[in-house]
């Protein structure tokens, strides 16, 4: 598309409102022989219905249930087709309906909006949306193979059989364009492995230095090895309900907005449009960027945006009506499976002016404490640890960051990550020198969902209801 149409940019409108009004997940890792598929969704399921402080018992709450929307990446990794009947027999909510999702690195996210569709709809006063992903039964070059053919064969995959090979380019791309200093990259990966640490539910969490990100093994040129998420395996689940479902199950309700947006698969052939302005922009604040452009063959969103994200979040901000996202957000989950997908990220959602993303990081205000002014950030951004730190079993990816943020708005951050029986459920010891990243009084977060190199990306707003 290179001109939206007037019809385009309608901003959707949901019938009633929808809440979130509990979460669960397993812990995430590399390998997880000693369980079944069946039985890592259960430990999602479970937590939801047992540790979120409802009103009714777990099977109270499980008989309100009228639907379910599942997600995976792709079924080869089980090598069981239409997987998420399997599940729902498991779950025990046979003979309801279920519907499976799949959009990539963003089913997580697809799937909360999907789920989020039918309450809003009135399909259904309590959905449940559950992802897993189970990566473990074939060997990590399978893994990658099967993951770099949802790009475009007939543009994406000639880079190569992996998608750091995809991002690499992008990143060198941002680099250039922007001036971007690499070590700006390797700070989110030490920002963001390092909130990890505070995680039991975290598969590869580490304290590290910039430096030490800068000498690891190049994957592909300009990423490095602590600049790439894992390949995973977990699940993770959030219910969704109408508002007066909502308010019988639980007195901490969060309230959930969400669009979606999708590109492109030819990254390297994205034609110009103009960019979408967020309610914090103007026209003018881009005339630079657009004249910067010219002289340099360049266009938007080119290789170094993501339009999925930006429109996604254009639709769900003027939903939710928020004006200005550093000031309106508390806290924000972004799809950090790359460190550059992290940078890009900033712009597109209006945290920054595209261009400024850098200056944001260095500002020091994506930290639960801003590191040179010892004041909370402005906007902390992963303080689940991200895809980086904690996790990406990609079908419960996207739902694992509404989880996370749901939790901060409750201020249930250290009940989940500080307990140490929750460390000692998944066989680990919680550290000694374990911090809560609480965020203060939060009133709003947002998460972003993202598959490929943007062709799918979904955007989650939620908000304090009570």
């Known amino acids: ?212 990100v800068l000498a690891g093994d190049i994957v592909t040129d300009p990423l490095r090895f602590l600049e790439c998420c894992a390949m995973s395996v977990g699940s993770a689940a959030v219910l969704l309900c109408s508002e007066e479902m909502a308010y019988k199950m639980t007195d901490h309700p969060v309230q959930l907005w969400s669009a979606a947006g999708s590109h492109t698969l030819r990254t390297g052939d994205r034609r110009h449009m103009e960019i979408p302005l967020l309610p914090n922009e103007t026209a003018a604040d881009y005339e630079k960027l657009y004249a910067e452009m010219e002289k340099t063959d360049g266009r938007w969103p080119g290789f170094e945006s993501f339009a999925a994200t930006r429109f996604a979040a254009y639709l769900t901000y003027n939903m939710a009506g928020i004006k200005d996202p550093v000031e309106d957000f508390d806290l924000i989950e972004t799809h950090d499976a790359f460190t550059i997908s992290d940078l890009q990220t900033y712009g597109d959602v209006g945290l920054t002016l595209y261009g400024q993303e850098q200056e944001y990081i260095k500002s020091g205000e994506c930290y639960l404490n801003n590191p040179h002014t010892g004041k909370p950030g402005k906007c902390p951004s992963n303080l689940s640890g991200g895809l980086l730190g904690t996790m990406h079993a990609v079908g419960a990816t996207g739902i694992f960051q509404a989880g996370e943020v749901f939790w901060q708005l409750q201020g249930q951050y250290d009940k989940f990550h500080g307990d140490p029986k929750m460390w000692e459920r998944f066989g680990k010891k919680k550290p000694a020198d374990w911090e809560s990243l609480q965020v203060k009084d939060p009133k709003r977060g947002l998460y972003i969902s993202h598959a490929g190199v943007g062709s799918h990306v979904t955007c989650g707003v939620l908000e304090k209801a009570w």
């Open 1 to 212: 598309m290179i001109k939206f149409g007037k019809g385009n940019l309608r901003i959707p409108k949901w019938t009633r409102p929808v809440y979130i009004v509990a979460a669960g997940m397993s812990d995430f890792r590399k390998k997880y022989p000693e369980k079944k598929l069946e039985e890592l969704t259960m430990m999602a399921f479970r937590m939801l219905l047992e540790e979120n402080n409802l009103k009714m018992d777990p099977l109270e709450a499980k008989g309100e249930i009228n639907f379910a929307c599942y997600g995976e990446f792709a079924d080869h990794f089980q090598d069981q087709l239409l997987c998420e009947s399997k599940v729902h027999d498991y779950l025990g909510l046979d003979p309801l309906f279920n519907v499976g999702i799949k959009t990539g690195g963003a089913t997580g996210g697809s799937n909360v909006l999907m789920a989020a569709t039918t309450v809003a709809s009135g399909l259904s006063d309590c959905t449940l949306a559950l992802g897993w992903e189970r990566m473990d039964e074939v060997s990590t070059w399978t893994g990658n193979y099967y993951i770099a053919s949802a790009a475009c064969k007939d543009f994406e995959t000639r880079l190569a059989r992996n998608y750091a090979s995809y991002y690499a380019p992008m990143a060198r791309r941002f680099q250039e364009m922007y001036n971007v200093d690499e070590r700006i990259r390797a700070e989110i990966a030490v920002k963001n492995r390092g909130y990890a640490c505070n995680s039991p539910f975290a598969q590869q969490s580490g304290k590290h230095t910039i430096e030490e």
